[in-house]
């Protein structure tokens, strides 16, 4: 027992032997830390020596008021972009110091490891981005960032001038640099070259000059650039952490070099029992346990870990990588139905990705008619995420998504100035153009596929054919329609149409309707139908808009059978000329009880089994097409529209009888005759109203037809007409005094609150 109790008392030594240890080996650690950013420490900036120091002033060759009216009312939209200026900047600087070690190796002997760090200083009220790119000189910094008219790249360049295959780079510190006065009162950049052994800082509190002077803490750098950022009040939100990776993540996630962001995290660790109390339970139970806690670490974290796929060989990015890289962009669960992996040259270069969404995102169709963007495509330069407000794509194709990397377009422009530029017109041909290979393409290698992607997107690509008149033919070839030939959905082209069309046949027949089952009984079908003709079966609301405008494919006219005359056969005039006159005393008695809603009445050339059709005239309202219009109600801001549309819908239709149907030559016996009753007139009048319904168009009076209807079955059982229901209800009571008041009540608190936080209340 004694033994063990001694061998307990040992292990509590060795172990606070050890908790010093690591303690004052921390300490030393936290020392070192301070001068130094190449481990996996923050940069610990200290700030009094150089608070303190006096250097040499300089004024600002370009006064600060105007350049500040130029970066926040020309140059940016939000002040957020600061992030992705110093990045951009940073990446630059390390392009430059990879391109000069390609020649010389020795340029990375001061620093190979090329990254960009961002930490920030709560208690400093600090934010400091740091890279160990190319650095500058004490003349670089005075030249560079004295001026927004010089750039480091100029100079840059023009060593490599006779070098046609040197890299092109955005400006080390241009008019980008000076963002950072929107959220910053003062700013220090500690710069290292490998061109000079000091480091110098530069210091500006954005009034009219800045000071250079040699850094007091001597080379804490090795090589690169340190910039410090003293933040405004209202710019503190740049300092927690969630907010830097959300900004780097949406405008840097693509830059080469690592980005690396100082992190706290939360961890679970052990810990040995070694406070007194523990240590004497330790040592009466003879048992070492540990214990868990939580604690918080800080480190390294990596926020740029996703590559840039576009700038990669097309063969070489497989189709997993493209569906884990479309997943990332658009944070969505599906796969991609297709996509098109493309890179432009000449006047303009730069590379693209373009993807089709397997399905439309709910709010697609609002946001297209509310501003015509869905920000489907975000604009990179060189990496650099620039802006998903540009229109890159048409209206009818803003339903992909993707990326455009541009090598050279103009930045320091405003977003309107930009948006007409050459550069950007190029692109967006160029990206409407691939897109439509990448739908033929899909039509071609996966007709499952297609037939997904056409049940979400028809009614865009039949938008582009009505709007956009340089694609309109290619967009057309990419449809697909139901036919009479085979019902089933998106089942044939207008070329597969013109390869079964009938000898001498110049039209293209198609009927609109809300289904195929609808057209299917519609009247107006039959003739063509047993005459051989294939009909396109048109079902999208869009779709008699779209043949409008597109009147006709490859030489043949689209011909709307519900409509207008329909010419058939050449040899048949004659004999309709003759049925025309025998029908004529059957025409006249049937416009003379109809002429309220007929226009005249003609035998009809399009129907074989029914008795009657309703038609409209060539340039009025097909039934579909009033139906449509209808539902959507009184336009309340264009009142003279509304007259318009009115006087379309009152438009008289003309009624087409079948010579051949038993009915109706039933009925021109009976008016040779003149032998028609009041019933007959009721039956022909409820005739007509059914057949209207067939026609598509809706009943003028649902009451009168549902009276005839009812007298109809009336007449049939045996009830007269004069006979009416026996109607025995209780009447509803009238209200209590007490429900009065309970009203009267409630109508008091009818009030509008100052402050709905004020008060606590139900909605209803």
């Excluded at 996966?446 to 938008?463: P, R």
């Excluded at 709007?467 to 030939?485: A, G, H, N, V």
């Excluded at 079908?525 to 597109?550: C, M, N, W």
């Excluded at 022909?684 to 009451?703: A, H, N, Q």
Aim: net charge negative; glycine share 4%.
């Amino acid at each position: 027992m004694r033994i063990n109790r001694l061998l307990g008392i040992l292990l509590v030594f060795v172990s606070c032997v050890y908790v010093i240890a690591d303690v004052i080996a921390e300490e030393n650690s936290n020392m070192n830390d301070v001068n130094s950013i190449n481990n996996n420490n923050p940069p610990q900036v200290i700030l009094r020596d150089i608070e303190e120091l006096e250097g040499e002033k300089f004024t600002f060759q370009t006064e600060v008021s105007r350049l500040m009216h130029l970066i926040i009312n020309s140059l940016y939209k939000s002040r957020e972009i600061f992030l992705r200026e110093l990045i951009s900047n940073a990446s630059d600087a390390l392009d430059k110091i990879r391109f000069l070690s390609l020649t010389d190796p020795a340029a990375l002997e001061s620093n190979s490891d090329l990254k960009i760090t961002i930490a920030a200083y709560d208690d400093q009220k600090t934010l400091v981005i740091t890279d160990t790119g190319i650095g500058m000189t004490r003349s670089q910094l005075k030249d560079n960032l004295g001026t927004i008219a010089k750039s480091g790249t100029s100079e840059f360049l023009s060593k490599l001038e006779q070098n046609k295959d040197a890299l092109t780079q955005i400006g080390q510190f241009g008019v980008g640099f000076y963002s950072i006065f929107l959220v910053a009162d003062k700013v220090t950049v500690a710069s290292k070259s490998n061109d000079e052994d000091d480091q110098y800082v530069w210091i500006s509190e954005a009034v009219n000059d800045f000071t250079i002077a040699k850094d007091p803490r001597g080379n804490t750098l090795g090589r690169g650039t340190e910039i410090t950022l003293h933040l405004k009040p209202d710019a503190y939100r740049f300092l927690e952490e969630k907010n830097l990776k959300q900004l780097v993540d949406r405008y840097s996630q693509f830059i080469t070099f690592p980005i690396m962001v100082w992190s706290s995290h939360e961890v679970t660790v052990e810990k040995d029992a070694l406070d007194d109390d523990i240590i004497e339970e330790l040592i009466d139970e003879e048992k070492n346990e540990s214990i868990q806690e939580k604690k918080l670490i800080h480190q390294w974290d990596q926020v740029n870990t996703q590559k840039p796929i576009w700038m990669r060989d097309i063969k070489n990015v497989s189709d997993e990588e493209h569906i884990e890289f479309f997943k990332s962009i658009t944070k969505s669960k599906d796969d991609p139905l297709a996509w098109i992996h493309s890179k432009g040259e000449g006047e303009v270069e730069f590379r693209s990705v373009l993807y089709v969404p397997s399905a439309m995102s709910e709010n697609f169709l609002m946001n297209m008619q509310k501003d015509g963007n869905n920000h489907p495509i975000k604009l990179f330069v060189k990496r650099v995420f620039i802006s998903d407000e540009m229109t890159l794509l048409p209206k009818w194709l803003s339903f992909l998504k993707g990326i455009v990397d541009a090598d050279d377009i103009p930045l320091n422009v405003s977003r309107e100035t930009l948006q007409k530029h050459r550069s950007l017109r190029v692109i967006s041909r160029h990206l409407a153009k691939k897109a439509l290979d990448m739908f033929t393409a899909l039509s071609q290698s996966d007709l499952e596929k297609y037939k997904k992607f056409l049940a979400q997107y028809s009614i865009l690509l039949k938008y582009g054919a009505i709007e956009d008149q340089p694609y309109r033919k290619k967009i057309t070839s990419l449809l697909r329609f139901s036919t009479s030939y085979d019902t089933s959905a998106f089942s044939s082209s207008l070329d597969d149409y013109i390869d079964r069309a009938k000898a001498g046949q110049k039209s293209i027949y198609f009927m609109t309707g809300s289904s195929v089952n609808e057209i299917e009984q519609s009247p107006f079908i039959e003739s063509l139908l047993a005459r051989g003709y294939e009909i396109l079966y048109f079902t999208d609301p869009i779709d008699e808009h779209f043949v409008e405008k597109i009147p006709g494919y490859n030489g043949k006219m689209f011909v709307n059978i519900a409509k207008g005359d329909l010419d058939l056969d050449a040899a048949d005039v004659e004999k309709d000329s003759q049925l025309e006159a025998e029908f004529k005393p059957l025409a006249d008695w049937l416009m003379d009880i109809l002429s309220d809603q007929i226009a005249k009445v003609v035998v009809s050339r399009r129907l074989t089994t029914s008795p009657l059709a309703i038609v409209s005239p060539k340039n009025g309202l097909s039934g579909h097409a009033q139906k449509l219009l209808d539902a959507q109600g009184v336009n309340h801001k264009n009142p003279s529209m509304n007259m318009i549309l009115e006087s379309i819908r009152l438009q008289k239709k003309n009624l087409e009888i079948n010579p051949n149907h038993p009915v109706i030559r039933s009925l021109l016996d009976y008016v040779e005759q003149d032998d028609i009753t009041e019933d007959m007139a009721e039956l022909i009048k409820l005739m007509y109203e059914t057949t209207s319904i067939r026609s598509g168009f809706p009943v003028k009076d649902m009451t009168q037809f549902a009276n005839r209807v009812e007298g109809l079955i009336r007449k049939n059982v045996g009830v007269s007409m004069a006979e009416q229901a026996k109607v025995n209800v209780t009447p509803a009571k009238e209200k209590t005094e007490e429900e009065k008041k309970a009203d009267e009540e409630l109508k008091k608190t009818n009030i509008v609150y100052e402050d709905e936080n004020d008060h606590e209340h139900d909605e209803l």
